[in-house]
């Protein structure tokens, strides 16, 4: 990436991207973003809105950062860089749509299953990972890993261990 093209905080796609920069850190951004994104989940949380009235916000939200990947992407000349931390987000996100108890717990749990999911990758999402070029390879990876990390965790709670 040239030096012109680096990525600003000036702009607004990158602070999107980035998650207000938090993808900027300069150890394990992916976990970074993920781990900014808790409180936020556990405030929303906090509300006691049934979970899949957050469902919507989530399709809209995911369907806009794969198109603001693609573009900024596009114009950086770069492909999934570590600093884009608004899939994380999003996949940690997805996670916590699966949440059966409002705990420090059971967000400790879906943290660490999404990290897991997200590190590891398991078909399809190491589809999307490595052949999808477009924005949506870049966002959909964690998507799926969020929901891995949903259902693992939902069977975790179904035999009582937690």
Not at 14 to 31: D, E, K, Q, R
Not at 86 to 94: F, K, P, R, W
Not at 139 to 146: E, M, N, T, V
Request: proline share 5%.
């Amino acid at each position: 990436m040239s030096e012109q093209n680096k990525p600003s905080l000036k702009n607004i796609d990158i602070i999107f991207l980035s998650v207000f920069g938090s993808g900027f850190f300069p150890w394990a951004p992916g976990t970074f973003g993920t781990l900014v994104t808790m409180p936020f989940l556990y405030g929303l949380g906090t509300l006691g809105a049934p979970f899949f009235m957050y469902i919507p916000f989530l399709v809209i939200a995911t369907t806009g950062a794969c198109f603001v990947a693609d573009f900024t992407q596009r114009n950086l000349k770069v492909h999934d860089p570590s600093w884009i931390v608004i899939d994380e987000s999003l996949g940690v996100a997805t996670t916590w749509l699966f949440l059966q108890e409002h705990s420090v717990l059971h967000y400790t749990i879906i943290f660490a299953l999404f990290r897991f999911f997200d590190i590891v990758k398991f078909w399809p999402a190491s589809y999307f990972d490595k052949e999808v070029s477009h924005g949506s390879g870049t966002i959909l990876d964690d998507i799926i890993s969020g929901i891995f990390a949903g259902i693992v965790y939902l069977g975790i709670n179904s035999l009582g261990v937690i």
